[in-house]
């Protein structure tokens, strides 16, 4: 109903009447950009059809490092401000981009992700506590927390000890909540597993841990290190072989990370109706030589993702179009010498794919069409004021 008035509001009047000058950016069909220097933050706006471009609408509102995500309940984004900011912050499209609240998830608390399962009430994920959050957008309190510590790695006995580092939440039918785990050592590499727990939000009890584990010709296979966000694929997109017919989570698990990088991982998947692991990868780092460090999947035979790998002192970042049925991928984008990374991507409904570039020389948005051979739609990056960091479609 919200949405219905707030179509309505944009018919009679369009999107920002009170801006004082134009131009100003609509507030449908387009791609929400957050961008930041990791001195400060932002968020531009693209339009979808024409690519036209608003900048630095939110400059010196945000944090340097911050997510964006979106409700189903209401037509606001919600940026989730990392360690230093600590908050969920409400960014309300229909009052110039505005804040309109900010609700604390406490000090040095890291908040990581969200989702709502009503439209006063939503979890949070906070990677450096041991609790996750349920809060009242209405009151902006806490309602109740959630100990995840039994799931950390007990091992940890320093500035790890009890915290799970909960990485991505989904939620299935505001019934069960998915909670991604990587279960890091206190110097920061992987434990012995990782795994993914199965909440049920209506008694707040726990139904099961997944451990992402199966057995490969006798030997027991772990990723670990869940590191993108759990995204949701439905049965008629992709299918385990053999199929199952139920929905899944895929995940990029990316082990040893970064400096400590090596092959040890890939993109796996959970299935969300029988809550186990699916046994193989789905893309496997050892067969394309790259870690995943984020993805997007169009098809059985169509999954686009931004890949990093270290050679010597410097990291090589590429986008790919990776076709899990043949194991062949094209390069769509590469970055080398330590130029700035590929850093994340989103497909719109259109077939448009947009792709996060923070080459420190030229950084903005790639606009492919996926419909098209992945024809590349801009000659240069769109400029969108300060680097690119994270994408969502707001609609």
Known sequence: MKKIIFLIFIILNGCDPSWPEGPYSPCQNIAFILTSDFREGSFSTIEINNLITYKDLGLQQIHSDALVKDSPFDSNLYIINRQGRDNIQLINPYNNWQTEKEISTGQNSNPIDLVFTSSSRFYVARYNRSFLWEINLLTEEKISEIDLSPWANQANSGQNKNIPHMQSLYLDGNKYLFIALQRLQDNWHPSSYSSVLVFKTKDHSFIKEIKL???????????TNPYTNLKFVSRDIWQPNPADNHDHLLVSCTGEFGNFQQLDGGIIAIDIQDQNCEPGFIIKEEEIQMEIIDFTVKSASNIYAVTSKLEGDQF?????NYNPISKNFTI?????????????????????????????????????DTNNNDQ??????INVGLPPSNIIFYE
Not at 213 to 223: C, Q
Not at 316 to 320: A, V, W
Not at 350 to 363: C, E, V, Y
Request: net charge neutral; charged share 20%.
């Open 213 to 223: 584990e199966w057995y490969e010709s006798g030997n027991l296979i772990r990723p």
């Open 316 to 320: 090589i970042s590429k986008l790919i």
């Open 332 to 368: 769509l984008k590469e970055n080398k010498e330590n130029l700035g990374q590929l850093v994340s991507l989103e497909i719109h409904s259109s077939g448009k794919l947009f792709l996060a570039d923070q080459k420190i020389t030229l950084p903005g948005i790639w606009v492919y």
């Open 376 to 381: 590349l739609l801009n000659q240069n990056p």
